[in-house]
């Protein structure tokens, strides 16, 4: 009786440290200002910074991916930024299990750490955890990028109901913003394609307990801001070499990791297409309907606090001070 006694006793104090971990979780919608303020809270906690953002994982990437620069790098630990190849194979679930083992590692050394990006599915991946999916081959992911290219959205839309409609009727009656998302709609296919089940069979297996209490910080402005913040955004990457950029990384422009805005505007515009005016303003474009994206996904976590952009940083931390210490 005393040794099971005893053995509760252990269990109950493991359990209380774990969740002694806190994880601050800074969202919002590009170019508002999250990677500054994710600096200034991991010098203030003395901890490390880890991105969720899924287009600043790769090396290749640096300029249309709004990188952090080296003075930023070198002000606080950062995890996840450029340490993975545009020809690799990587996913969502590839980044939950990694970064899960990460911050168990780093919550012995402090248990306060800085989740920062704008990507919502990775995001939700550290939170919630997601099914386990077989790995893909890269050839098919390939193929529906080039499938996408010609076909557009009806392409993948018309693929996925052909090879699960069940999920495909779920998503039109419930969620029709993520039919018009090519990123998530390729996922989709890629999985039904290369397992040759339906996407739909994966989902709803049991996901793993996490360690640490999440403290979600949401920056904010008007949509005039947002929009004018994005447009000197884009202006300064082109006169830092974004064009540049680009041309290099245009024979491999139907890799799946370049599927994104910023390059696929000057890849048409290398294809000749459209003029490099209308690329960079399809780029302006295309970024400020993402940042709607991202607000409208981040609005839906009721746990999230929300500050304006403009907020002092000192008063931002002083609110998670109150909450690390009474939650």
Request: glycine share 4%.
């Amino acid at each position: 009786m005393v040794i099971i006694i005893m053995h509760r006793i252990v269990l109950i104090v493991v359990i209380n440290c774990l969740m002694n971990n806190y994880l601050i979780i800074i969202i919002g919608p590009t170019a508002i200002g999250k990677t500054a303020l994710s600096i200034k809270l991991a010098q203030h906690f003395n901890c490390n910074i880890i991105s969720s953002d899924s287009r600043q994982f790769y090396k290749e990437m640096t300029i249309g991916t709004a990188v952090p620069n080296n003075d930023e790098l070198s002000s606080a630990k950062h995890y996840f930024i450029q340490n993975k190849s545009i020809f690799d194979n990587y996913s969502v679930g590839n980044f939950e299990t990694e970064a899960i083992q990460l911050l168990e590692n780093l919550f012995k050394k402090n248990n306060i750490q800085v989740l920062v990006g704008g990507s919502g599915l990775y995001i939700d991946a550290i939170l919630k955890g997601f099914d386990v999916f077989p790995e893909i081959d890269s050839k098919i992911r390939n193929e529906i990028n080039v499938e996408y290219n010609k076909n557009g959205i009806e392409f993948l839309q018309n693929k996925l109901k052909e090879l699960d409609e069940e999920y495909y009727k779920k998503l039109q009656k419930h969620n029709q913003q993520t039919l018009q998302n090519p990123q998530r709609m390729k996922r989709f296919v890629e999985v039904c394609m290369g397992t040759q089940k339906p996407y739909s069979s994966f989902i709803g297996k049991q996901k793993s307990k996490r360690i640490f209490k999440p403290i979600i910080i949401g920056l904010n402005a008007e949509r005039e801001i947002i929009n004018n913040r994005i447009n000197q955004r884009v202006d300064f990457m082109m006169a830092n070499g974004l064009l540049d950029e680009a041309v290099k990384l245009y024979p491999y422009k139907n890799v799946n990791a370049l599927q994104t805005v910023g390059y696929k505007e000057l890849f048409e515009y290398l294809d000749k297409s459209i003029s490099l005016d209308d690329a960079v303003e399809q780029i302006k474009k295309n970024t400020r309907r993402f940042a709607k994206r991202q607000l409208t996904w981040f609005k839906k976590n009721e746990n999230a606090i929300w500050f304006n952009y403009l907020t002092p940083s000192k008063e931002i931390i002083n609110y998670l001070e109150l909450q690390t210490q009474s939650l």
